[in-house]
């Protein structure tokens, strides 16, 4: 079996990471860093995977040779910086996360003994042995696990990223978590295949098949890639992130030990916040937020906080919307204002996403929007049929 197409396929990927690294190192954006990590991603994923593309016309000193292999221990903390500096506005490079070199280090020290403290030789020889060196094997179950640690640390700041959203916005199809999940799926998706062919590097013996995982693995990459430079041409403004500032409610009650407190003493509060929110209707501004819901109230926010995730055990998001739908109804249920559309009056309430209004409508009320307009026409018909 030919395996060029291995090749060819290398060159495209080589092709398209570098064109990303270019657009995103250059682009002007208010999210510099974000897109600074992700270019040098790029680079340093084109560098590892260009062996496929060289390795029949030229050869590399085997000291570059083995450090081309040792970049590809950047990629899992570049996206993992990538993803703390998406989420977070205000995010800065701190002395403490020089502790991501660590395991590039830490590979260096694995091969230093018998490879960059020993003859050209024995470097020669360990280098075309690799996969049945101690060192290589190490590596490999060293490379698998740092991806899988930094991968779980990713989803975990995925979930706090998204408890911040849902306890601090009342809209958040403006933001970047959809990306950012479907990026880490994606990802999951593509370290699955590669344990795969890692495993088999580990414990196979033919060639031919670990070359087809390799293929195999190379398209995804491919595909990975090119979903990559479709959203970055159907969204270049796609991102939105939130300060660092934002904390959990119930990180907010465990610092300061104040829940026995807050039973005896927030009632008034509540109740104040629930009038306020019938009467005044801040709901109705699409781009309300926990602060600026603080700020009508005239209360810090942590106490706000406090009340809505606390005492009424619900998000904010979801505290909101509540009242958004609510208001909808009781649009929908008025004849005159039949002429309305339903993206009108989903506008009016405070939604600025079809699909998030329709997911908050028939949470709360078990159908659709168009579904409960024709349901209370024909209630009301039949009363005029009866009258």
Not at 61 to 88: A, C, G, K, Q, V
Not at 180 to 188: A, T
Request: aromatic share 14%; hydrophobic share 45%; with cysteine.
């Amino acid at each position: 079996m030919d395996f060029s197409i291995l090749g060819i396929t290398t060159i495209f990927i080589l092709f398209t990471s570098f064109l990303l690294a270019l657009f995103l190192l250059t682009v002007k954006t208010s999210n510099k860093k974000a897109n600074t990590f992700l270019g040098i991603y790029f680079l340093v994923f084109a560098i590892h995977i260009s062996v496929f593309f060289y390795h029949k016309y030229i050869s590399l000193p085997p000291d570059l040779e083995m450090l081309r292999d040792h970049i590809s221990f950047f990629t899992s903390p570049l996206l993992f910086l990538y993803i703390i500096s998406s989420i977070y506005s205000d995010f800065k490079l701190k002395p403490k996360h020089l502790l991501h070199l660590l395991p590039f280090i830490i590979q260096i020290l694995i091969f230093s003994p018998r490879f960059y403290f020993a003859d050209i030789s024995t470097r020669n020889f360990l280098l075309e042995n690799l996969n049945n060196t101690i060192e290589g094997r190490l590596s490999i179950i060293f490379g698998l696990f740092i991806a899988l640690f930094y991968l779980v640390a990713m989803f975990l700041e995925l979930r706090k990223y998204k408890q911040l959203l849902l306890e601090n916005y009342s809209n958040k199809s403006v933001f970047n978590y959809k990306w950012l999940y479907q990026l880490l799926v994606i990802l999951s998706v593509i370290y699955c295949f590669s344990l795969l062919k890692q495993l088999y590097k580990l414990y196979g013996t033919d060639v031919e098949i670990l070359n087809i995982l390799r293929l195999t693995l190379t398209l995804f990459l491919l595909v990975f890639l090119t979903w990559i430079v479709l959203k970055s041409m159907y969204h270049p403004d796609l991102f939105r992130n939130i300060s660092s500032e934002h904390r959990l409610a119930k990180k907010i009650l465990i610092e300061d030990n104040i829940l026995n407190k807050l039973e005896k003493d927030s009632s008034e509060d509540v109740n104040r916040l629930l009038e306020f929110m019938e009467t005044e209707e801040p709901y109705l501004d699409a781009t309300l937020t926990l602060q600026k819901l603080a700020n009508k109230l005239e209360l810090p926010n942590r106490d706000v906080s406090i009340l809505i995730n606390h005492n009424l055990n619900q998000h904010f998001f979801d505290f909101i919307n509540q009242f958004r739908i609510k208001k909808a109804q009781s649009i929908l249920q008025n004849p005159k204002n039949n002429q309305l559309t339903i993206q009108q009056i989903m506008y009016d309430v405070g939604f600025n996403s079809k699909s998030s209004f329709y997911t908050a409508f028939k949470k709360q009320t078990g159908v659709t929007p168009s579904e409960y307009r024709k349901t209370k026409d024909s209630i009301s018909q039949t009363s005029d049929n009866k009258e």
